[in-house]
């Protein structure tokens, strides 16, 4: 008798302790620049209750929105220094640590659609590629979420790339400032969060800000009456990238978790912004707000400068090329880039790729 009471003893002590180990929780405190109330930061919200629920509440997300802690800027190093845990915003904000972060946060005049994009991710070698830049900075990347196309926002017209001559507006950092101002225009960079009271002020005459529909739930459109769209310009990665000490002592479930749920908000953001935009873009039609759809012509003046800037930035650092080259090699797999060479050919079929879209 008490050797079976011992052996139930220890029965239920090991199952109290494989109960522990598979109750192993995750707490994660996660910044995102967006604000609850636009589009980006419901789907934000769908995101945190995916990865609650499938874990069955192992795995807990406190989110700070509208950068609530530290600058949009900051997220990042705020992330890897333990201060938050993951960082919800986007890598071109990083590019000052390495230019190739350009390449993984916003190529400018690369890719139609966010498809093709989280196609080069997935299946064109550049998640690969892009884990190693970010593990040197001890962060881990969890993925994207695009929301296609942005839209410009200015108080004056911007029918066609000769409107940039002179058009003072807000711009991320890094590649987009010179590219902007190859074509006449004068970026001032400015933090995410500082763009409607920009534009009331009229410190700034534009902004790139985001797409149309969270444009539209800034309410930047209540301030100025021009935009592109559909856009052609810029399709922001946002980025999801957790301190790699944090995401390394996760359980591998809860890392599968984040990874799928992080691929599920992808394909939500790009299909729900297809939408949005359509509806943002007629209400603000009949609001009175100008859409301007760039020609062929200037759409391919825009990529032309765009592809100079990017061979360029290529030359800054190893990183730079790898992804630069990765990139336009998935572009000419796709047809994006003429196979030939990556000039006017590439440029032109770009452009009318953009202009069925």
């Not at 599968?256 to 943002?280: C, D, G, P, Y």
Request: with cysteine; proline share 3%; charged share 20%.
């Amino acid at each position: 008798m008490t050797i079976i009471k011992s052996a139930i003893a220890a029965l239920t002590a090991t199952t109290l302790l494989a109960g522990a180990a598979a109750a192993q929780t995750t707490t994660l405190r996660i910044q995102t620049h967006y604000g609850p109330e636009t589009p980006s930061g419901k789907l934000a919200a769908e995101f945190i209750d995916d990865v609650q629920t499938m874990s069955g509440g192992d795995i807990q997300i406190e989110m700070f929105y509208s950068s609530s802690v530290v600058k949009t800027v900051e997220t990042f190093d705020a992330a890897a220094n333990g201060i938050v845990d993951c960082d919800m915003t986007g890598g071109a904000y990083q590019t000052g640590k390495n230019p190739a972060f350009q390449f993984v946060g916003d190529i400018m005049g690369g890719y139609d659609t966010p498809y093709q994009q989280l196609s080069w991710l997935y299946y064109g070698g550049g998640l690969e590629k892009a884990q190693e830049l970010y593990n040197q900075f001890g962060m881990q990347l969890i993925g994207w979420w695009i929301y296609g196309q942005e839209s410009l926002a200015s108080s004056t017209e911007l029918k066609g790339i000769d409107d940039l001559k002179e058009w003072n507006f807000r711009s991320p950092p890094g590649l987009e400032t010179e590219i902007f101002a190859s074509l006449g225009a004068k970026p001032t960079v400015l933090d995410f969060t500082e763009v409607p009271t920009a534009l009331e002020t009229k410190l700034i005459s534009g902004a790139d800000a985001s797409g149309l529909a969270n444009n539209v739930g800034l309410g930047l459109y209540d301030i100025v009456n021009n935009a592109t769209y559909p856009g052609f310009h810029s399709m922001p990665s946002d980025h999801l990238a957790c301190n790699k000490s944090v995401y390394d002592a996760m359980p591998d479930a809860h890392k599968r978790i984040m990874n799928v749920a992080m691929q599920a908000l992808a394909l939500k953001t790009a299909l729900t912004f297809e939408k949005e935009n359509a509806e943002a873009a007629a209400q603000l039609r009949e609001k009175g707000v100008n859409l301007w759809d760039w020609s062929q012509e200037d759409r391919a003046k825009f990529r032309e400068a765009a592809q100079a800037k990017w061979q360029e930035w290529a030359e800054r650092s190893p990183e730079a090329k790898a992804l630069v080259d990765s990139h336009v090699a998935y572009l000419k797999e796709l047809g994006l880039i003429a196979s030939s060479d990556g000039g006017e050919a590439g440029n032109e079929a770009a452009a009318e790729g953009q202009s069925a879209n």
